[in-house]
């Protein structure tokens, strides 16, 4: 692989999605979570600019490029305080899984909306009983053998921006499939938003962010045949299509967030002044922030490399190097927002500087997809060839 060095095209698409970033800022976010209701100027904009279908294919709409491009998009935002987390789950995961594998028709009806953020689309995987263990999803689809409809029935939970998708990409198993064989057969199904038997109940949250979490009953929600996407027999191949640009992503997201809140540290510790010296000059302060800037620097190396081994096809190579950006992301952002807190000392828990907020925030990237634990265990067994416990 080359060197992980940003072409000019990149670099431009980075400075010009950091330009939109400043036009809107973290002020025009916490006013959206404030105000209840979505960022949808900013996406609109961004959709309209080309920026939240870079990745998906040119003949419905998309940039022709790849995660890499979609990458950069949401870092920039994230790096500017007004990241949107619906890019990781409706152009990243549910684009891309429906660009891979899904019918023509269903790309004609769904890519170009996804493009120009004009249609969303939310993605359904976790359960109350199957969190990181996506080998445990009991949410089950059968087929009824009069009509050749799918019967979806089960449960999803930490599902985001349900209220604003027009529909939910959901995991399911193949009613057949033995759960203690250890063979999984997921299979994807697009559910209209406002299908019967489809319900969905807000999930009360600490953490205070525009795009809410539900949780989704599937009551016999009855679908057409043609709601599968791809093949009902592919299984991890088709998910871990979608899994593995969704970590890219969550990394990306990550990585912007602590630049974000260094970049308020930096900015105070040069400026605020204490027995006549900026208090940026005491290496006591200034270190810990260098050293958070290693670590998101380090972060985003292995980010890029896992989306160009993704964009080039290596699903295998990629999914290491994503659970590893994920993680080395997750653990940088949440000491670089906790490093930024404490140089502000007091300031950093006040509305005006905005950073106390990120200190919950900052915790989903070591939660969310998938814990660091499962990460450190994806590591142990597949790239060290250790043995399991379990």
């Not at 990458?71 to 935002?77: A, F």
């Not at 709601?227 to 997201?253: H, K, S, W, Y």
């Not at 005491?282 to 160009?308: G, S, V």
């Amino acid at each position: 692989m080359s060197a992980p060095v940003e072409t000019e095209e990149h670099k431009a698409l980075r400075a010009a999605v950091a330009a939109l970033g400043t036009r809107y800022g973290r002020g025009y976010l916490t006013r959206t979570v404030a105000e209840g209701r979505h960022p949808t100027e900013l996406w609109s904009d961004a959709g309209r600019l080309g920026y939240l279908g870079v990745n998906l294919p040119q003949e419905y709409g998309g940039g022709g490029g790849g995660i890499t491009e979609l990458s950069i998009v949401l870092e920039e935002l994230g790096a500017a305080g007004c990241p949107l987390l619906m890019l990781v789950v409706s152009p990243a995961i549910c684009g891309t899984v429906i660009a891979r594998f899904g019918t023509e028709e269903q790309k004609r009806a769904w890519l170009p909306g996804i493009a120009d953020g004009t249609r969303t689309m939310a993605f359904g995987i976790t359960e109350p009983d199957a969190g990181s263990n996506s080998h445990r999803v009991t949410t089950t689809a059968r087929r009824d053998p009069d009509s050749g409809d799918w019967l979806l029935t089960g449960r999803k939970v930490f599902i985001s921006g349900v209220d604003i998708a027009d529909a939910v990409l959901i995991v399911a198993r193949t009613e057949d499939t033995s759960q203690t064989s250890g063979r999984l057969k997921p299979c994807l199904f697009i559910v209209p938003r406002d299908a019967e038997g489809f319900a969905r109940r807000p999930i009360d949250m600490e953490l205070s962010a525009a795009e809410k979490q539900f949780e989704l009953t599937l009551d016999d929600v009855r679908l057409p045949a043609d709601a599968l996407v791809g093949d009902a027999d592919a299984g991890l191949l088709q998910l871990f299509a979608g899994l593995n640009p969704e970590r890219i992503m969550t990394a990306a997201f990550a990585i912007g967030m602590g630049r974000h809140a260094l970049s308020k540290a930096v900015e105070y510790a040069r400026d605020r002044t204490v027995w006549k010296t900026p208090i940026g000059a005491h290496q006591a302060i200034a270190h810990p922030l260098a050293q958070a800037h290693i670590d998101l620097e380090l972060a985003r190396l292995m980010m890029q490399k896992a989306a160009r081994l993704y964009d080039a096809g290596d699903d295998i190579g990629a999914g290491e190097a994503a659970n590893m950006a994920k993680y080395a992301a997750g653990e940088a952002c949440v000491k670089a927002v906790d490093q930024a807190v404490h140089t502000l000392g007091g300031n950093g828990l006040t509305r005006e500087f905005g950073l106390a907020s990120l200190i919950t925030a900052a915790r989903v990237a070591r939660i969310a997809p998938v814990s660091r634990e499962m990460i450190l265990n994806y590591v142990s067994h597949q790239t060290l060839g250790l043995p399991k416990s379990y």
